[in-house]
């Protein structure tokens, strides 16, 4: 900086006249303004006018950069930089413009307000520099009073809040849209409830400066008054199942309480926010969750969107839910009919679904799939519908004739339900084609070998099989555990999958425990 790139202030009578958004007690983070210039005493002049101010409660916090290259190291440490009092002319005749196009072009910062300083408009004319270069305002340094420097820097961080409330706006409701189609995906009410406690910490997080990392939260459903806790964050964790009358804060309750008065079912004072919602079908859903700052005006809304897609999920999944809870009983009944129908020990079907699951489990599927194999399980002797009376029951060996019309059930079963949309039915129609396949390539309809069977039906297989052993049928008595397990063991590799034999050795009194549980009087299939 020359001789004449000095700052002058004109002598004034007055003290300085604040601004009405200005208040004296500065509160909350400050804001970021950079001061870049070669010359100590425009940081000392620049700090000096401005350093009691604020802005809407917030103070100044000031930044010094005496070249381009370390206002670049200051800017990319701080992207949150609000205002920029930059000089032209420092190390070049254009360093100034250069970090501008820095900024702008490199950084792809364009929320930071930048006022272009100069001492020299020769070096840098007003008209030429607005128009080529992404600059919010220029001053003279000369023209710079007390007055004048307050109103150039409110105005910019008036122009930045504004911008910034606006890309959190965006961000919003991006997070929103994302938020959505994530809870809309989960498929169950637990993995709904966590996917909302997660989506409502990512929507909160807007800002740098905001402090809901440590928020503790939780979710609750349930019918006629009996919700339990689905999920939790933070210190509501230990409550995870439990019905939420259990959760010993009184000030939950009262918040859970409040918003259920409010006409929204959102409630929020003093960081302690709830949000009540009762479904088409009745169901009444909670959410509640404490952080450390108060929400602004802009949460508020945002949080209200979000609420209203997540009944609409709510909803959605319990219709869902109704939809699915019918079809399980319809096909349970099937396979109770034709339990019925044989005169084998009862709770057959019940104990080869719960076999199924627990191979499924330990063989390493999901724990969808394996819910969905143990429902498709059932029907997997549907076809034995068209099957004789004096064939299906027959105490003694069956004819080759006999043996060759039993083992029509297959595709009888498999033709049934083939042509359906319902996922969980054609899956019913593989494991029925499927499950009387040996792992050697001696089974029937297909003759299948190996891994060419397919999964579901090789776990039905072994599940169908290790029940009718250990139960007594028509044609033979139960046989010991012993001489269970012994048949597996002879046939591994032969009729049976190797890694399901072994997963079954290796869980004997899980096995066991199932057969005792539904071989009792009087308990559910669940």
């Not at 350093?51 to 100044?60: D, T």
């Not at 072994?462 to 012993?482: C, G, K, M, P």
Request: aromatic share 8%; with cysteine; charged share 25%.
């Amino acid at each position: 900086m020359s001789d004449s790139d000095e700052i002058f202030f004109k002598d004034e009578e007055r003290t300085p006249t604040r601004n009405p958004d200005v208040g004296l007690a500065a509160s909350g983070e400050p804001w970021k303004i950079l001061i870049v210039d070669d010359e100590a005493d425009v940081h000392s002049v620049t700090t000096y006018m401005i350093k009691g101010m604020n802005y809407l409660g917030r103070g100044f916090q000031f930044f010094h950069a005496y070249s381009g290259r370390e206002a670049q190291e200051i800017l990319a440490e701080h992207q949150d930089m609000a205002v920029i009092l930059l000089d032209v002319v420092m190390e070049t005749d254009d360093s100034g413009l250069k970090l501008v196009q820095y900024i702008r072009e490199e950084l792809h910062n364009r929320t930071v307000r930048i006022v272009l300083r100069t001492g020299q408009p020769g070096k840098a004319p007003a008209a030429k520099v607005i128009l080529e270069y992404d600059i919010n305002d220029y001053k003279e340094k000369t023209e710079l009073t007390l007055d004048k420097m307050l109103v150039t820097v409110i105005s910019a961080l008036r122009s930045y809040n504004f911008i910034t409330t606006i890309e959190n706006n965006r961000k919003g409701l991006k997070k929103i849209i994302d938020a959505s189609s994530d809870i809309f995906e989960r498929q169950s009410l637990q993995k709904l409830g966590s996917g909302v406690l997660s989506q409502l910490t990512s929507i909160l997080q807007l800002r740098e400066d905001a402090i809901y990392s440590h928020a503790s939260g939780l979710t609750a459903s349930g019918i006629k008054g009996q919700s339990v806790v689905l999920a939790a964050t933070g210190q509501f964790c230990r409550y995870i199942d439990l019905p939420i009358s259990e959760v010993d804060t009184a000030l939950m309750h009262t918040t859970l309480q409040l918003a259920q008065s409010q006409p929204h079912g959102f409630y929020c004072e003093g960081g302690k926010c709830a949000w009540y919602f009762k479904s088409q079908t009745g169901s009444e859903n909670f959410l509640y969750f404490e952080i450390a700052k108060e929400l602004d005006e802009n949460d508020h809304d945002l949080l209200e969107l979000f609420f209203t897609n997540v009944s609409l999920a709510f909803d959605n999944l319990f219709l869902n839910k109704g939809i699915e809870d019918t079809q399980k009983e319809i096909i349970f009944q099937i396979a109770e009919t034709m339990e019925c129908r044989s005169a084998e020990t009862g709770s057959h079907v019940r104990r080869v679904a719960e076999y199924a699951r627990l191979l499924a489990l330990k063989y390493g599927l999901g724990d969808e799939e394996a819910e969905m194999l143990k429902l498709a399980s059932t029907p997997h002797d549907l076809g034995k519908i068209g099957i004789p009376d004096s064939i299906l029951n027959k105490p003694g060996p069956l004819t080759p004739e006999e043996y060759l019309v039993i083992k029509t059930h297959v595709h009888r079963g498999h033709d049934l339900l083939i042509n359906s949309s319902s996922p969980i039915m054609r899956a019913a129609a593989r494991i029925i084609l499927h499950h009387h396949e040996r792992w050697d390539g001696r089974g029937y309809p297909q003759g299948l070998q190996g891994e060419e069977i397919h999964i579901h039906g090789r776990i039905i297989g072994v599940a169908d099989v290790f029940d009718a052993l250990s139960n007594r049928r028509v044609y033979h008595e139960a046989w010991t555990w012993e001489a269970v397990f012994s048949h597996f063991k002879e046939q591994r590799g032969r009729h049976f999958d190797p890694k399901l034999v072994d997963i079954l050795l290796e869980n004997q009194e899980a096995f066991k425990a199932i057969w005792s549980r539904y071989n009792a009087v009087g308990l559910q299939f669940a």
